[in-house]
């Protein structure tokens, strides 16, 4: 249980992973989208714009934004290849040194999302519902660290911004990945995609090896609104959530695996893990207004 994040030194630091500007088809600048995200109780901004040569291949920053209390991370949504039948490659690196190379002759999605995680950043395959991921692609990325789970912009695109069937199916399989829920931000008019879905990390200090070194360790969990404070998991045995108020509380493994327990300002939920088999399980928390939180997947073997 070593990547829970709740018996980790430090604080919790509220982040966006996925952001657009208008350095590629957002429609604010840099400083302005961070600025909105600063005013609205975001600790770190990650700048996410497309890295592609129409948009000349942009590592976006916001340096004036920088303070104590703000942090913006540059990275890049990658593209490079094709997906097996979907499409051309969508990837998330957080954390790109400001030097990350171009793409190559002939690179594909799997080789430049190497040469991002070589290059220090957090890597994360991108909403897989949006554009109809299949397994083999996700797995031919190799060891990356996420899935996206969830994609706030999808849902008033294409209804389509919940991607937990991949990571549930490549996680009943003993595949280890993290998730991460996301804006991916453009602040486009005809969709509410901002202040949909965040990450909230744990780390002892707001700087930007933190909070890279924490996503890595999984010590984090996304949240469309309710807030998980711990998760103490006895395996075998069960498995007890504390939380803000919440009108459901689920704990899911392999297959049709759950126990749940549904009320009205639920904040302290044990449930029975006595006949779950396979890998792992995760928490989920679902609130009266119908936002959620996810806790990573939990493995009941730690070197597994």
Request: glycine residues 8%.
């Amino acid at each position: 249980m070593r990547n829970l994040p709740f018996q980790q030194p430090g604080q919790f630091w509220r982040g966006n992973l996925h952001t657009h500007t208008d350095r590629s088809d957002g429609t604010l600048s840099p400083e302005a989208v961070c600025a909105y995200y600063r005013d609205n109780g975001y600790d770190f901004l990650a700048l996410t714009d497309h890295y592609m040569e129409r948009f000349g291949y942009p590592l976006t920053d916001a340096p004036s934004l920088r303070s104590d209390t703000f942090l913006p991370i540059v990275g890049a949504e990658l593209h490079a290849g094709e997906t097996s039948w979907s499409g051309l490659w969508h990837i998330l690196a957080v954390g790109l040194p400001p030097d990350f190379p171009s793409n190559v002759a002939d690179e594909d999605g799997p080789q430049i999302a190497t040469r991002a995680m070589q290059a220090g950043a957090f890597v994360a395959a991108a909403h897989p519902a949006w554009y109809s991921l299949c397994e083999a692609d996700v797995l031919s990325l190799g060891r990356v660290h996420a899935i996206e789970t969830y994609n706030g912009t999808s849902a008033d695109h294409n209804d389509r911004p919940d991607s937990w069937y991949m990571l549930d199916a490549l996680s009943a399989q003993g595949y280890r990945y993290f998730a991460c829920a996301t804006d991916d931000a453009h602040f486009h008019p005809l969709r509410a995609d901002v202040l949909r879905g965040w990450v909230m990390v744990k780390a002892e200090t707001l700087t930007q090896d933190n909070i890279l070194n924490a996503l890595k360790s999984g010590h984090f969990y996304s949240s469309t609104g309710p807030q998980i404070l711990d998760v103490q998991v006895d395996p075998g045995e069960c498995v007890v959530v504390r939380c803000s108020p919440a009108s459901s509380v689920f704990v899911t493994g392999k297959g049709w695996m759950a126990r749940q327990e549904h009320g009205s300002g639920l904040r302290e939920v044990t449930l029975s893990l006595r006949d779950f088999r396979g890998p792992y399980c995760r928490v989920t928390v679902r609130d009266a207004a119908g936002g959620r939180a996810w806790s990573n997947p939990i493995w009941f073997e730690e070197n597994q």
